[in-house]
């Protein structure tokens, strides 16, 4: 028997209310280790509040958000990052100015004396950290291109780099592919089955074949409730996601 306490991230009868209108209404969500869940559906269905609500720029109304059996509805934004969650917003926020290779060794995070005063050992720490990364994310070749400098789909990446370098259990990504060419995306789905080893991956989306092509298992949100939950097939066929998503 598995119980909620297995799950990496268990949200029970979440609400948000804005002045009485319940943008997230009485959810419950668990997300495994390992799992990359998808969750779609249609404009102001209240996706993009779950994600504020789990990284904690917005407070849930009622409910709880349990990662890895810790509470985070009562924590500030910077103890939800320093549990383990990273969460990638619509836009990128990279430092356009500094190069690829300096933006990742500014989110390496900052540590609590672990080498001690063993400078030179974190140095080197740091730069197989940053080259590995770089690699991971397609940017190997690019560690000294000053970032203002780099393709949509790049900066995309570079922003996911910089949250994978702080090694979050958690990792969410609000429409990563949104503005991606073909080839970006199809490599975007790769890096996302790839890191979601370890972690639990929770994104939104719209591109339903990039969905299909990373989903372990997909969540419709229809007015903050969820109408569908399961496997892409099943989810596809269901004559309710289909009338209020997917038919449009
Ligand atoms: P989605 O990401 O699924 O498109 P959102 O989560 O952005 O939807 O929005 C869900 C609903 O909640 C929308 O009607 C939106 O206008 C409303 N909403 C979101 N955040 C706030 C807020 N801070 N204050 C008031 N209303 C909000
Ligand atoms: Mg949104």
New binding site residues.
């Given amino acids: 028997m598995s119980s909620n306490s297995d799950y990496t991230l268990a949200i029970e009868d979440l609400t948000?209310s804005?002045?009485g209108?319940k943008?997230?209404d009485n959810l419950n969500l668990y997300v495994d280790k390992d799992e990359l869940r998808v969750?779609i559906?249609?404009?102001?269905?209240?996706?993009?509040?779950?994600?504020?609500l789990i990284c904690g720029k917005?407070k849930a109304t009622e409910g709880s958000i349990k990662f890895k059996n810790k509470e985070l509805t009562n924590l500030s934004e910077h103890q939800i990052v320093h549990a383990g969650v990273g969460r990638k917003f619509q836009t990128p926020s990279i430092y356009e100015n500094l190069s690829v290779y300096e933006n990742l060794e500014v989110s390496y995070p900052k540590g609590h004396s672990v080498f001690g005063s063993l400078v030179f050992k974190r140095t080197v720490e740091v730069d197989r950290r940053v080259r590995e990364i770089a690699e991971e994310i397609f940017l190997g070749e690019f560690l000294d291109m000053e970032a203002a400098l780099l393709s949509h789909g790049q900066k995309q990446w570079l922003e996911i780099g910089m949250l994978l370098i702080q090694e979050p259990e958690l990792l969410m990504l609000?429409e990563p592919v949104a503005g991606m060419s073909v080839k970006e995306r199809e490599q975007t789905a790769e890096l996302l089955k790839k890191i979601c080893k370890g972690r639990s991956v929770l994104v939104?989306e719209h591109d339903m074949e990039f969905v299909a092509r990373i989903a372990h298992k997909v969540t419709v949100?229809h007015q903050?409730k969820i109408l569908a939950e399961g496997d892409m097939q099943t989810v596809q066929n269901n004559p309710k996601v289909i009338e209020v998503y997917l038919g449009h």
């Fill in positions: 948000v804005f002045d209108f943008a997230v969750v559906g249609p404009n102001g269905a209240g996706k993009t509040t779950v994600l504020d917005t609000d939104i949100l903050g």
